[in-house]
């Protein structure tokens, strides 16, 4: 069963349980997630000394779409490239 991805307010208090210094695992009671998904969260989007939760709902939100900004093998490719 897929998780909903993580909300701006949640990302607000993930900053917040930082900045209380509480561990992964209070804040992820808090918020009624796994302490792996609140770790993860932190490390991806710059550890706790500088994790902002606007800038990780920024990076974020382009995932969501469902956009992939790696360029696809073929893409790459003069062969199979459109011109």
Known sequence: MPVPPLTLLEREEIRAGIERLGTDEEIAGRL????????S???RNGGRGAYSAVTAQQRA????SGADPRPRSLSRSRRWRRT
């Not at 939100?61 to 969501?64: D, G, K």
């Open 61 to 64: 939100a382009p995932m969501r």
């Open 41 to 43: 969260e932190i490390n």
């Open 32 to 39: 009624g997630r796994h302490r792996t998904t609140i770790n």
